[in-house]
């Protein structure tokens, strides 16, 4: 008998002491001054209302292919947990929206956008991870970096990733079965922020960032 209350109480000392590494993170509220986020003579953002809803909007004044910004909260390492976020393309079927994972600075991170254009195809979304100073979308184009879904071209949709080393699972909509699995991310960009992804268009939206940062 002993035995087994001894079994049964490394097991809750177990859990409790996982439960007390697992940090959870709520960016429903947006400070820019506890964020980095990109504005030059081409890159601007706003906190304004879009489709109804409050967001924080990312402004490119020119496209340019090779460009890619992100804006983050400072301070946050995440490895492996659940991030979740409302995204939509202001640009509407010209939109490259997403998110990013792990960033370490604004050339350095993972990421996983979406392309309203290309909805109910193969192309609607991509990961890739970036590690150059011009995004090198081109070098991922294979079918195993895409997957299918369906967007709203304009509108709002909600996004689920579960990352645990290196591999990551993709929700959307909150459906309950994943649309986008892959297991071999990239190793170098290990540990960073999370946050929002803007690529070669005018606009992006965003809103209610969660992030639970798990061991």
Excluded at 124 to 139: L, R, S, T
């Amino acid at each position: 008998m002993k035995k087994y209350l001894l079994i049964l109480l490394l097991f809750v000392t177990d859990s409790i002491f996982a439960q007390s590494k697992r940090l959870i993170y709520n960016y429903s509220i947006i400070n820019p001054a506890e964020w980095i986020i990109p504005k030059t003579d081409t890159l601007d953002y706003a906190q304004a209302v879009y489709e109804g809803k409050p967001a924080l909007l990312l402004k490119r004044k020119f496209e340019n292919y090779k460009s890619a910004s992100v804006a983050y909260p400072k301070g946050l390492k995440f490895k492996n947990g659940v991030i979740e976020l409302d995204i939509a393309s202001p640009a509407g079927k010209a939109g490259y929206v997403g998110l990013a994972f792990r960033i370490r600075d604004q050339h350095h991170y993972e990421t996983l956008y979406f392309r309203p254009g290309s909805s109910g195809t193969i192309n609607a979304v991509q990961y890739m991870p970036e590690k150059k100073f011009e995004f090198n979308w081109w070098d991922y184009e294979a079918k195993k970096y895409q997957a299918k879904t369906n967007l709203p071209v304009d509108g709002w949709f909600h996004v689920k990733v579960v990352v645990k080393g290196s591999q990551f699972t993709r929700f959307i909509n909150h459906g309950s079965k994943p649309v986008f699995v892959y297991s071999a991310l990239d190793p170098s960009p290990d540990i960073g922020s999370v946050g929002f992804w803007l690529g070669n268009c005018r606009s992006g939206a965003y809103r209610n960032l969660k992030v639970i940062s798990q061991p």
